[in-house]
Structure formats: structure tokens, C-alpha cells
């Protein structure tokens, strides 16, 4: 199972960007699929979850603003960013795990993971 995380990049604050995360070895159809972030200096933190029948869930900072979403055709899931702040800045990874196997918000929940995509978001 492999995830590829992309997407990434160098944005000014206000403006979008979009990730992507394809599964190979595994169909998101049937599995839990989550963003986290991490910044420089800071623990790995929560960001958009989505779980195997459709339901989301994010932290409270990116409430309003990012939408995870999945393509079951192309066995991807996204993340929408919009209105990008500074703040946001870090690198996101994706991952995945089996449905109703520990808190969504903990890393450690998760089985696999993506190798990560820098977001830059500039003021």
C-alpha cells in the first residue's frame, strides 16, 4: 500500500491550493482517510478527516475553509485549501487506517501514510 501526496507549493496568503492524495495497493472506498500537517518545530497536528462512508471533520482552524473530499474513480483523496494564511504553512501528509480503529484526530490511529507536501503560504 502506497500513498503520493502532491499538490504542494508556494501561495500568497488569501489564495488556494489543492492536494492530492492517490492510493495504490488499496481502494479509499473502504478505508478512513485523513490530512495532517506539520510544521517546523511543532508535533504533527490534525487537519481534515473523512471517513469510509463520506462523513468529514476538521479542526477548528481550517473549519470554513479546507474541504477534504475523495474520487472513488481514481482512488484520490483532496484537500481544498482556500483563504491560505500564513499560519498554514507546513508540510501535509495524508494517510490512511480501517474504520472504527482509534481517534481520527491521533496520528497514531493511522496505518499508512504519504510522504509529505511542502505548503508555503507567504504574507
Known amino acids: 500500500v502506497q500513498l503520493q501526496a502532491s499538490g504542494g507549493g508556494l501561495v500568497h496568503a488569501g489564495g488556494s491550493l489543492r492536494l492530492s492524495c492517490a492510493a495504490t495497493g488499496r481502494t479509499f472506498i473502504s478505508v478512513d482517510a485523513a490530512w495532517f500537517r506539520q510544521a517546523p518545530g511543532r508535533e504533527r497536528e490534525f487537519v481534515a478527516f473523512?471517513?469510509?462512508?463520506?462523513?468529514?471533520y476538521y479542526a477548528d482552524s481550517v473549519k470554513g475553509r479546507f474541504t477534504i473530499s475523495r474520487d472513488n474513480a481514481k482512488n484520490t483523496v483532496y484537500l481544498q485549501m482556500n483563504s491560505l494564511k500564513p499560519e498554514d504553512t507546513a508540510v501535509y501528509y495524508c494517510?490512511?487506517?480501517?474504520?472504527?480503529?482509534?481517534?481520527?484526530?491521533?496520528?497514531?490511529?493511522?496505518?499508512?501514510w504519504g510522504q509529505g507536501t511542502q505548503v508555503t503560504v507567504s504574507s
Open positions: 494517510a490512511s487506517k480501517r474504520p472504527y480503529s482509534g481517534a481520527y484526530y491521533l496520528p497514531q490511529s493511522y496505518d499508512y
Open positions: 473523512m471517513v469510509f462512508d463520506g462523513s468529514a
